[in-house]
């Protein structure tokens, strides 16, 4: 496939190490409180906590083989639509979260019993995910 021959593989790399500390901060001391109180964790003790954290690790796996896939498709669309610039990429990011990542996950949000503030916590999370990929595709681009 044509779009694959121009991955740039040490970006996929980058965004993959991004999207992991941008998680680490955004679950952590940006929204950590927030976000435990939403998932209804908030009245765990330091103890139960750490606990699910060494639980965690198989889930960290799984969240950095989406990122990279997320990254080798921001990738190619990025390529397929010419978007050269940076400002561009952010564009496109945008534009493609709002249009499949939004647009799909609000409706399974509105008919959930969960608290709509964590919706928007966790896809706030992947917007500013996809934003920071197109940034580093971007400027990483060869």
């Known amino acids: ?7 740039n593989w040490i970006a996929i790399v ?9 998680g680490f901060v955004w679950y952590g001391p940006l929204f950590g409180k927030l976000w435990l109180e939403l998932m209804g964790w908030g009245t765990k003790n330091e103890a139960e906590l750490k606990e699910m954290q060494s639980k965690a690790m198989p889930g960290y796996a799984v969240m950095a083989v989406g990122a990279a896939v997320m990254a080798l498709v921001l990738q190619a ?8 610039t940076v400002g561009a990429a952010v564009i496109v990011a945008a534009l493609l979260w709002l249009g499949f990542v939004a647009t799909s996950t609000l409706g399974t949000a509105m008919f959930s019993d969960t608290d709509k ?7 706030g999370y992947v917007l500013v995910q996809m934003v920071l990929f197109a940034v580093i595709l971007t400027l990483l681009a060869a």
């Open 14 to 22: 980058v965004c993959v190490v991004a999207a992991m500390a941008l």
């Open 1 to 7: 496939m044509e779009l694959l021959e121009h991955v």
């Open 77 to 84: 669309v990025l390529h397929a639509t010419g978007a050269a």
């Open 117 to 123: 503030r964590l919706w928007a916590l966790n896809e």
